[in-house]
């Protein structure tokens, strides 16, 4: 990597590791559009930090929602993540996520979670059975649902 390769990357990592959460969710929106941008481009030029990146969404959602403020919406903190997580998922990323679909109650944080979801892997059993769980649910709406019962479907290969 050369210098001028470099200081991208470390203006970035400064946002990441901000103390700010609306920056540092400025950073995972930006890891992801960079991300969104490799089928047009041909590299993520934010890849290298991928890992980083990843343990600090980990981070994020380890902690309750940001309860909003004029800045940024209530649970902003927690789509940012989720929303790295859907090209950044890992198996071990499988309770975190059905932590959050479990407890959220906000539907785009939940609809975030079950794009992560179908990010993870493997076919983690207590992710699966939130997402069972979900199909039944009569309190969610219906696209809910349906979204709930498709990502377990891809996640166990259309079995059960």
């Keep these: 990597m050369t210098a001028d390769e470099a200081i991208p990357l470390q203006a970035f ?3 990441l590791y901000s103390d700010n959460v609306a920056t540092v969710c ?7 559009v960079a ?19 990843r343990q600090v969404a980990r981070a994020v959602l380890s902690r309750p929602p940001v309860a909003g403020d004029e800045e940024m919406r209530a649970a902003f903190d927690h789509l940012s993540a989720l929303n ?3 090209s950044l998922a890992e198996a071990e990323d499988a309770q975190l996520i059905a932590d959050v679909l479990e407890t959220s109650k906000d539907p ?5 979670a ?12 207590r992710l699966l059975g939130v997402l069972a769980a979900m199909v039944t649910d009569e309190t969610l709406d219906e696209v809910a649902r349906a979204r709930a019962q498709a990502v377990r ?3 166990t290969g259309g079995l059960g």
């Design 84 to 86: 790295v997580l859907t």
């Design 153 to 155: 479907a891809k996640l």
């Design 114 to 125: 079950l794009l992560a979801a179908a990010a993870v892997p493997a076919g983690d059993e």
């Design 13 to 15: 990592s400064a946002l």
């Design 35 to 53: 991300a969104s941008y490799t089928r047009l481009s041909g590299g993520n030029p934010l890849e290298p930090l991928g890992g980083e990146v």
């Design 26 to 32: 400025r950073a995972l929106n930006m890891y992801q």
């Design 108 to 112: 785009d944080v939940r609809a975030t």
